[in-house]
C-alpha cells in the first residue's frame, strides 16, 4: 500500500468494536468536511491516500466486531444449551414433588397428630413420617438450588443477548461506514480519471498501482526461522494476484489481516483476525533482524499488515483495487515486526 507512505500515523486507536466506532466516525466526519470533488488536481494524491487509510481502519474495525459477534454466538448457545438440561432437571423434580403431593393426598391428607392417633403401628407410622420429611426437604433444596442457578443462567443470557445485540449494531454501523468510505473511494477514482493523462500516470507510477509486482523479486538468501514460517511464505506467494475483498480471509479474496491468517492458517498456526491482535501473535524483533515469516504491521494504530519475505521486500493485499502483491517493506511508516 506504498500510496499511503504521506501518511501522519494515527495513535490510540482502541481494539474494542465500539471505540473503533467512535474513532471512525470522527474520520467519516473529517473526510465530509472535505469532499475530494473539490480537491485540486494537487490533491488528488493526498485524498486518495486518505481515503485508503479510512478504509482499512473501517475494514480491521469490522473484522473484530464480526468476530467477537460470531464468539458471543456461539456463548449464547452454549448458555441456552445449559438452561435446557437445567429445566429439564427441575421438571423432573417438579414431577417427583408432584407425585409425593398425590400421594399424600390419597391417604387422606390429615393431620399428622391425628393420623399418629389413629395409626394402628404408630412407631411405623414415625418411622416413615420421619423418612417423608428427609425426602421433601432433599428435593426441596434440590428445586432452590435448581431455581437459583436457573436465574443465574437467565441472567447470563439476558447479558449475553445484550451484548450481541451491541455488537451487531457496532458491526452493522461499522459496515455503513465501509459503504462510505467506498462511495469516497468511487469519488476518488472519478478524480483520478478526470485528471490529464501525463498527471495521472505519474500518480499511477509514484503509487506502484502500475508496476510488475506480481513476480518474484530477488528475496535475496535470507531463510525462514522456522518450518511454519516457510510454509506460510509459500503459501502468501501463491495468493498473488488475488483481489483484495472486505472482510475477506480467502482463498479467493482477501484484505490485509486475512491474508496473514490465511497463510499462517495454511502453516498450521491459527492467528488472530484483525491486524491489531496479529502485532501480538508473536515476539517482537526490530527491522535489522526481520526474517521471511515475520509480520510487519504499520502505522501507529497497526490497522495494515504485511508478510516480510525477504531482501526488504515483504507480501501484502494494499487496497481495494489492488491484487496481492510484493512491496517494499519501508511503504508506510512500520508499527512493528512480528515473529510467529
Not at 166 to 182: G, I, N, P, Q
Not at 320 to 333: F, I, K, L, N, T
Request: proline share 5%; glycine share 8%; aromatic share 4%.
Amino acid at each position: 500500500m506504498g500510496s499511503h507512505r504521506r501518511l501522519a500515523p494515527s495513535s490510540g486507536f482502541n481494539r474494542g468494536a465500539g471505540t473503533a466506532l467512535c474513532v471512525l466516525s470522527a474520520a467519516a466526519a473529517g473526510l465530509c468536511a472535505a469532499p475530494a470533488d473539490a480537491a485540486p488536481h494537487t490533491d488528488t494524491r493526498t485524498e486518495v491516500d486518505r481515503l485508503y487509510a479510512a478504509a482499512e481502519k473501517a475494514t480491521e474495525a469490522y473484522n473484530k466486531a464480526d468476530e467477537r459477534a460470531g464468539e458471543l454466538r456461539r456463548e449464547v448457545s452454549d448458555t441456552q444449551d445449559r438452561i435446557a438440561r437445567q429445566q429439564e432437571r427441575v421438571n423432573s423434580l417438579r414431577d417427583r414433588l408432584g407425585s409425593l403431593a398425590g400421594a399424600q393426598y390419597r391417604s387422606g391428607g390429615m393431620d399428622p397428630s391425628l393420623a399418629l392417633l389413629f395409626s394402628d403401628d404408630p412407631a411405623d407410622y414415625l418411622d416413615k413420617a420421619a423418612a417423608l420429611d428427609r425426602i421433601n426437604a432433599r428435593e426441596v433444596g434440590r428445586l432452590r438450588d435448581l431455581t437459583s442457578a436457573m436465574r443465574e443462567l437467565d441472567q447470563e443470557r439476558s447479558e449475553a443477548l445484550g451484548s450481541l445485540a451491541e455488537l451487531d449494531r457496532s458491526r452493522k454501523a461499522v459496515a455503513a461506514h465501509k459503504r462510505t468510505v467506498e462511495r469516497k473511494l468511487a469519488t476518488a477514482r472519478r478524480l483520478l480519471a478526470s485528471l490529464p493523462h501525463a498527471e495521472r500516470a505519474a500518480y499511477d507510477r509514484a503509487s506502484r498501482s502500475t508496476r510488475d509486482s506480481l513476480g518474484f523479486p530477488s528475496l535475496g538468501g535470507a531463510a525462514a526461522p522456522s518450518a511454519r514460517a516457510a510454509a506460510a511464505v509459500a503459501a502468501a506467494r501463491s495468493a498473488l494476484g488475488r483481489p483484495y475483498v472486505w472482510g475477506a480471509n480467502g482463498p479467493s479474496g482477501f484484505d490485509c489481516s486475512g491474508l496473514m491468517q490465511w497463510s499462517y492458517a495454511r502453516a498450521g498456526v491459527a492467528l488472530p483476525r484483525t491486524s491489531q491482535e496479529q502485532r501480538s501473535a508473536g515476539q517482537h524483533v526490530p527491522l535489522s533482524q526481520a526474517r521471511p515469516g515475520d509480520l510487519v504491521t504499520y502505522r501507529a494504530d497497526a490497522s495494515h499488515v504485511a508478510m516480510y519475505v525477504g531482501n526488504g521486500q515483504v507480501i501484502h493485499a494494499p487496497y481495494p483495487g489492488a491484487p496481492v502483491r510484493y512491496d517494499r517493506v519501508g511503504m508506510m511508516p512500520i508499527s512493528s515486526i512480528t515473529r510467529v
